[in-house]
């Protein structure tokens, strides 16, 4: 590789090896484009390393636990189950290997280039890429930033110590007999419930009067009832003011109302949201990028800057900080760089809490369906009266689906339950396709399933449920 002044050409630059920068460079490779990709700390990005995938490795361990520990519900008489997290975290680890090495391979099967380092704009078509070893300089004839976004980091909640943001609560050395999360969105129930069936005192600080801000109150409300049954103490309503820290224990002090409160614990947890990575040394306000006061990136319908060659997806756009949503970004660019006509439809993005038990919702809801003016009709279903689901020893929560009554379009989809984030996709593809309530009544769904549980959602709507009784 050549160092010096003497740039390299090369067609895209990617920025970032996220699940929006990969997918971008494997894909702009796919059109025949000479790509290269770069990322400062790990191919993956933060989804694959120290979110999205561990976070659910663990997630799954603690299903396991729990069942074992359960097991008596379905006639199963086991010993007292015993939890090693060192060879948890080993799995998990393992995972994380997996996927990130499959990733690389990928890469290079695509012929795309990888370098392990930093970006610096020098102008509009050339950038300077960095490590401790080499320093080149490339010009890109297009580039895709795609440099995601990190835990937001509160004054009075600097991360250290005994104070942890998401990354480091999942690789804490042991299962902590005490845990205080700030913060009650999906990240904070997610690892907070996940602690909590290892057997840790869980308190969930939420500013807001219901955990689950982004999801219906019928569901975040099962979801509370069923945190309460692990172990966990849900303050909402609640402001968090300070934390002082010693090496055994943390004591955070919060206010609801105008009573303050004092818990301790092993651990703080801040799970307040994510920044975009749009500051640093990258040079943004260097080429005049143009962005929002938030620092997020603003873009076209083809994810395409104020400089035409320029482009930007995932979380430093604007929407939600969704892995699959940036997946579908990066495909979008893509393709517009190699002259294709693509362009950037959120007509329905899924959004999923793995909780327990699991929140997933696709399109508009009711109240949303209401206030863009449709006549709505809603079907409702519980997974309580389905035989799979009683099978499963899984009878809490429904699917909710939210149709125009005048045309019997599928405008939305809200489930609650167990593998609600595998039985969204039909939902999403419903809306995505303009299926109507009809459509699902009519498709055939295998028996027994949880699948079933959609078809008699449409069938309530329709007023011709064969699974339950309507006057």
């Given amino acids: 590789m050549v160092v010096g002044d003497a740039s390299l050409d090369i067609d895209t630059l990617v920025i970032g090896a996220g ?3 990969y997918v971008a460079a494997i894909r702009a490779a796919q059109l025949g484009q000479n790509v290269l990709i770069v990322d400062k700390e790990y191919v993956g990005g933060v989804c694959l390393n120290v979110g999205c995938i561990p976070s659910k490795a663990l997630i799954s361990a603690s299903h396991q636990y729990e069942s074992i520990s359960h097991a008596s519900a379905f006639g199963i008489e086991v010993g007292e189950a015993k ?22 391979s990928l890469l290079k099967a695509n012929k795309v280039q990888y370098f ?4 610096m704009f020098i102008n509009e078509n ?5 490590n401790d070893q080499e320093a080149p300089r490339y010009r890109f004839k297009n580039c895709i930033i795609a440099t995601g976004s990190r ?7 600097p991360y250290g110590g005994r104070i942890v943001s998401s990354t480091g609560a999942l690789s804490l050395p042991e299962i902590p007999k005490s845990l205080v999360v700030i913060g009650g969105g999906y990240i904070g129930i997610e690892l907070g419930q996940m602690y909590s069936k290892f057997g840790t005192k869980v308190t969930v600080i939420e500013g807001s009067d219901a955990i689950l801000p982004g999801f219906d109150k019928d569901m975040s409300s099962i979801v509370a009832k069923k945190l309460k049954s692990t172990n966990v103490d849900i303050v909402t309503g609640a402001q968090a003011k300070s ?45 005049n990028i143009k962005m929002t006061d938030r620092g997020l990136v603003e873009v076209d319908e083809q994810c395409r800057t104020n400089i035409p060659h320029i482009y930007a997806i995932g979380d430093i ?40 038990p699991e929140c997933a919702s696709v399109g508009l809801s009711e109240k949303e369906s209401k206030d863009k003016g449709h006549n709505v009709k809603v079907g409702k279903f519980p997974f309580a009266i389905n035989g799979r689901a009683m099978s499963l020893n899984a009878n809490e929560g429904f699917v909710k689906l939210v149709s125009d009554a005048d045309s019997g379009l599928v405008l939305g989809a809200q489930i609650i339950g167990l593998e609600a984030s595998n039985m969204i996709a039909e939902l999403a593809l419903a809306i995505e ?5 009809e459509d699902i009544a009519l498709t055939i769904h295998a028996h027994p399933t949880l699948g079933e549980i959609v078809l008699d959602a449409a069938e309530v709507a329709l007023g011709h449920p064969i699974h339950t009784f309507i006057k």
Avoid: W
């Fill in 126 to 130: 050339e950038a300077r890429v960095f």
């Fill in 151 to 157: 835990p937001i980091e509160l004054k009075a909640f």
């Fill in 243 to 287: 934390a002082e820290q010693t090496d055994k224990d943390v004591t955070v002090t919060y206010t609801v109302g105008d009573k303050e409160e004092k818990v301790t614990a092993d651990y703080l947890l801040v799970t307040v949201g994510r920044r975009p990575n749009t500051d640093g040394e990258l040079g943004l306000d260097l080429i």
């Fill in 433 to 437: 396709m303009g299926a109507t309530l």
């Fill in 83 to 104: 939890v090693d997290f060192s060879k948890v975290q080993e799995f998990k680890n393992g995972i994380v290997k997996k996927l990130t090495g499959g990733v690389a």
């Fill in 317 to 356: 756009i604007a929407g939600p900080a969704l892995a699959h949503k940036a997946m579908y970004e990066g495909r979008v660019a893509a393709e517009a760089i190699s002259g294709q006509p693509s362009v950037i439809d959120y007509k329905c993005v899924p959004a999923v809490c793995f909780s327990d």
């Fill in 116 to 119: 392990q380092g930093e970006v």
């Fill in 19 to 21: 699940p929006g920068g």
